[in-house]
């Protein structure tokens, strides 16, 4: 609450923050709604409503319950039923069972910083239900094991490798991926006795119990130690607070034509004017975002589901008219069916900033002033882009191939953590970051490393989009990547280095090469004439 307002206006903004609104239909914002009140997620969410964009239906419990203790069912009894009203099913209910996600969003942007619960309301009870629906035993009992994982480590603290465990036991060398129904029930029983095992007691089979604790998790991750550290790198207030969005859930995981992406309307680092997407078949949101799994790009999704792409770059040209901007979106396709999960305006390199900017000014999306006031930072050096240069008549023979997230080049030592990159940062060397996954728990060395390079993840993955935010070079999906991280040794390529190696990723070309390379800056001089047409215009 801003302390400078007289009480009456006090009040008003601490109602406007205690919002509960529902998002769906033809239902309008209130006129006290806004994006401190709703969290951006949410206030985005209804904004692509109220366009007639495939959005699930929703309500949002606003950024003033943050911190409050007095979270309980009877606070959103009444948005509760009204989701019930609209969807036609119950939380909880054995033959129609609602299920529900339950994600964070702060007035501002935060990637993969909070928590998120998907598939709320699923039990012992409403499992045969969601079977009945769907026909998809595989989809319940999928949706069921990643329930009481994800529950088990967000809400009872139980370590994600005790359910990692289980999975293993199960899939030996397949990927869960391809699992069959008998095969994840396995793994959900299995997790169900762990969950026992390690919280002392059994899961919550009542759907009403998973909703308030989870609700109450996701609220609480607004002071984890990530999320406190990407606030204090970014100079944002501790004391706004995160909104919470619980959302009928959409499945990814329902074989066939169903998959879940994320993707940006341009790409983010050359601001060429196409969507740019990763996606994964028969997978959730989490799958892509979490860093953990790599992921198909557009071509993939454009080639076998040719109709759900055609529709995204339908839903993608009429967010970028709406919102005036290169947008960052979330989708889910369920059966062939597109939804909308979230956009925001997306990160991107400097390079991406300026051509973004006037290339939406030439289409008469912003105006003149807005792509000014967008480009006003960026000058010859801001967009001068490090390239690797062979010496004459030298041939460069690439170690490994790997997804890039950043543009850039960056010959650093290889550092294995975080407290090797703050040793060898303080003693004045250029560092890259080498990791298993691009998770965003590795936020402060990132912030201190020169690059990352890691196994497994996606362009879109979360950490991923901090790097490209944070001007780092950024290599992701380096599938003949291995790490030895009790030998402190990683193996690329059939080739074996240690951690302090040198090491060189090429973000423009997707490459990485051993020892270190020549490396010049080229000035995108084409871009810069765009830009002084643009301000001597202006003069």
């Known amino acids: 609450m801003n302390p400078r307002l007289d009480p009456v206006q006090a009040a008003d903004e601490e109602r406007a923050l205690r919002l509960i609104h529902f998002i769906g239909g033809s239902t309008a914002l209130p006129a006290a709604a806004s994006p401190a009140a709703l969290g951006f997620k949410a206030w985005n969410l209804a904004r692509m409503a109220a366009l007639g964009l495939p959005v699930p239906p929703a309500f949002v419990l606003g950024t003033g319950w943050c911190g409050r203790v007095e979270l309980g069912p009877q606070l959103w009894q009444e948005a509760l039923q009204e989701l019930e009203r609209f969807t036609g099913l ?103 006795a762990t969950y026992a095992r390690e919280a002392s007691e059994a899961f919550p089979q009542d759907a009403q119990v998973q909703l308030r604790e989870a609700t109450a998790a996701v609220f609480a991750s607004w002071h984890s130690d990530k999320a406190h550290a990407y606030r204090e790198l970014h100079g944002l207030p501790h004391s706004m607070g995160t909104a919470v969005t619980v959302q009928r859930m959409v499945f990814g995981n329902a074989g066939g034509m169903s998959g879940a992406g994320v993707g940006c309307t341009r790409n983010p680092i050359s601001g060429e004017p196409s969507p740019w997407v990763d996606f994964l078949f028969n997978a959730q949101g989490e799958d892509v975002v979490s860093g953990r799994r790599s992921a198909q790009g557009h071509d993939e999704l454009a080639a076998v589901a040719p109709r759900v792409w055609d529709s995204l770059q339908r839903v993608t040209a009429q967010l970028e008219r709406a919102f005036g901007d290169m947008q960052e979106f979330e989708f889910t396709v369920q059966d062939g069916q597109l939804y909308l999960l979230q956009t925001r305006g997306g990160k991107r390199t400097p390079q991406a900033t300026a051509r973004i900017a006037l290339d939406l000014c030439d289409q008469g999306l912003i105006t003149q002033e807005v792509a000014l006031e967008r480009t006003r930072s960026l000058d010859a050096q801001a967009l001068a882009l490090s390239v690797v240069a062979a010496e004459d008549g030298q041939i460069l023979a690439p170690l490994a191939h790997a997804a890039s997230a950043a543009s850039g080049v960056v010959c650093g030592e290889i550092a294995l953590d975080e407290a090797r990159v703050r040793e060898r940062k303080a003693a004045g060397a250029t560092v890259v970051l080498v990791r298993r996954d691009a998770e965003t728990r590795d936020i402060a060395a990132l912030d201190l490393a020169d690059g990352l390079l890691t196994q497994r993840g996606a362009r879109t993955s979360h950490a991923a989009v901090v790097a490209r935010q944070l001007g780092k070079v950024c290599l992701v999906g380096c599938e003949s990547l291995a790490i030895n991280e009790l030998g402190r040794v990683v193996s690329i390529g059939g080739l074996d280095l240690r951690e302090g190696d040198p090491i060189t990723l090429d973000g423009n070309e997707g490459v990485l090469y051993a020892g270190t390379t020549r490396v010049e800056e080229r000035i995108p001089q084409e871009l810069l004439d765009r830009l002084d047409r643009l301000r001597s215009s202006h003069g």
Do not use: K
């Open 90 to 192: 119950g939380l909880g209910n054995t033959r129609h069972p609602l299920l529900l996600s339950v994600r964070s969003g702060a007035p501002v942007s935060m990637p993969g910083m909070m928590e998120t619960l998907l598939n709320i309301g699923l039990s012992d009870a409403t499992l045969p239900g969601l079977v009945r629906l769907t026909g998809h035993p595989r989809l319940a009992w999928d949706a069921y094991r990643r329930l009481i994982a994800r529950f088990g480590e967000v809400v009872a603290g139980i370590d994600a490798h005790h359910f990692e465990a289980d999975l293993d036991a199960v899939r030996a060398d397949n990927d869960e991926l391809e699992l069959d129904f008998s095969a994840l029930r396995e793994v959900a029983n299995r997790h169900l």
